[in-house]
Nanobody, 118 residues
């Protein structure tokens, strides 16, 4: 059974930092690209950052220069380091794994809440 488990969310003051983790199990992690999405109330889910199975990265304009995505295939984990957080970063953050090699498959985690507030 495939599971993606996010952790690391919480309450942080503006300007602070958080590191989110997405731990995968039940799949061959090295065959998957992983994305971080976020969704705040009344808004559509939006892509924040991505890492391909080869380690390439993509960032939304809102994340460039502040967020950094990385992966540790040995631990089957993807991280999202978020710095200089703003109130508008408040959302539920979800990780999403998409198979890039050897067939199809897509999985979602349950989400972790990030609240940026003073």
């Amino acid at each position: 059974q495939v599971q993606l488990v996010e952790s690391g969310g919480g309450l942080v003051q503006p300007g602070g930092s958080l590191r989110l983790s997405c731990a995968a199990s039940g799949l061959t992690f090295s065959r998957y690209g992983v994305n971080w999405y976020r969704q705040s109330p009344g808004k559509e889910r939006e892509l924040v950052a991505s890492t391909s199975r080869s380690g390439g990265t993509y960032y939304a304009d809102s994340a460039k220069g502040r967020f950094s995505i990385s992966r540790d295939n040995a631990k089957a984990t993807v991280y999202l380091q978020m710095n200089s957080l703003k109130p508008e970063d408040t959302a539920v953050y979800y990780c999403n794994a998409v198979k890039e090699l050897g067939g199809t498959g897509m999985y979602w985690g349950q989400g972790t809440q990030v609240t940026v507030s003073s």
